[in-house]
């Protein structure tokens, strides 16, 4: 059984919100002994471009301040897209953040301009066998990967499993989740100007009337994607077993890493933040957890969302909890410890 750390909050006070973030994080590095090093990224969400519900850059000042009181030098980290919007590159993904206000402190974006560049991680899972981290992942030991706990049209929710096997992940990574296939081409669409196949470093495109692609070749990294101007190449989104999928590449992901989790249970929307319009919440806010464990992390934030609402919100994504157990990432079971937010 894992123990977790909960705080009622049902106001919309971000500067409060941040304050009670920092008191859980206090928390866990007393209880655990835990000692920063001398970097440590913090994994956000930085929320696509018209989205209105992500979580705002105020609630990560508490925790920033903290760190950097203690010697500890802050930056957030990310990982591109996979589809065509405002994070697609890294240019883009930088300017939408700036935006939103994420400029406190430096950004990292994990895998490279384009998304492409990555580690793989062996995992050698049911599904998996080496997951595609972004490459600068792996300069870090420690992380706080602070999640918004919320819907997701095929994970069921997003918290901080998918933070992990998503948020980690290399735009090839994110692909062989969704799909595990090679990207198809729009015939309509392409004007066979070449773009793709001059940034295709595994020779799997070619013109001729349009751009074709070599599925022999094609090793799934969805750069083409990344550069195509007309967005003419799609992945197709047919994937079996994302579920599971996404809890092993949240494995990989967390693999010999010292990760401290914290959520964020507000503006619980159908969708995540990676849709790019305003969304109306759907349940009320509960308020802040913190941990060690994701899985009971997310376990606990859907049966608190579900026992606020009365309703089996997100119910669709608890196979990922199950799966995640089952690999040995954590545990379903947890002890939620309840902090007077005063």
């Known amino acids: 059984m894992s123990k977790l750390y909960f705080i009622k909050n049902t106001g919309s006070d971000y500067d409060k919100l941040g304050k ?3 008191k859980l994080l206090k928390i866990i590095v007393s209880e655990t002994g835990h000692r920063f090093e001398k970097e440590v990224p913090i994994k956000v969400h930085f929320g696509e471009k018209g989205n209105k519900t992500f979580i705002p850059p105020k609630c990560y000042d508490a925790t920033i301040n903290y760190l950097k009181e203690k010697g500890v030098s802050p930056f957030y980290i990310e990982s591109n897209v996979l589809y065509r919007g405002s994070r697609t590159t890294t240019e883009l993904h930088l300017e939408t953040a700036k935006i939103h206000g994420f400029t406190q402190i430096p950004i990292i974006i994990a895998d ?12 050698n899972k049911d599904y998996i066998s080496k997951c ?7 300069k870090y030991k420690q992380f706080i990967v602070m999640s918004h706990f919320k819907g997701h049209v095929e994970a069921g929710f997003g918290g901080s499993l998918k933070q992990l096997g998503m948020g980690f992940a290399s735009r090839a990574g994110k692909m062989e989740q969704h799909s595990g296939i090679s990207p198809v081409v729009n015939s309509e ?7 793709c196949v001059k940034k295709c470093n595994y020779g799997a495109i070619q013109t001729t009337v349009t751009a074709e692609i070599d599925d022999s070749k094609c090793v799934g990294c969805a750069g083409c994607i990344a550069v ?3 967005g003419a190449i799609k992945n197709t989104w047919g994937g079996s077993n994302f579920l599971e999928k996404l ?9 010999d ?25 759907i349940a009320g806010n509960i308020g802040i957890l913190a941990g060690k464990d994701p899985v009971a992390m997310d376990t606990a934030c859907l049966d608190l969302v579900q026992k606020s609402s009365g309703e089996k919100l997100f119910e669709k994504g608890r196979p990922s909890l199950i799966h995640a157990e089952k690999i040995g990432m954590g545990t379903m079971e947890y002890e939620l410890v309840e902090v007077n937010n005063m």
């Open 20 to 22: 009670d973030a920092l």
């Open 112 to 123: 490279g301009d384009i998304g492409t560049e990555y580690d793989e991680i062996e995992i």
């Open 132 to 138: 595609k981290i972004g490459k600068e992942y792996r």
């Open 189 to 195: 669409k392409c004007i066979s100007c070449g773009i």
């Open 228 to 230: 195509c101007p007309q």
């Open 247 to 255: 809890s092993e590449y949240a494995y990989g992901a967390s693999k």
């Open 257 to 281: 890493k010292d990760i401290i989790y914290i959520t964020f249970v507000h503006n619980i929307t159908k969708e995540c933040d990676c849709a790019g319009t305003h969304m109306k919440p």
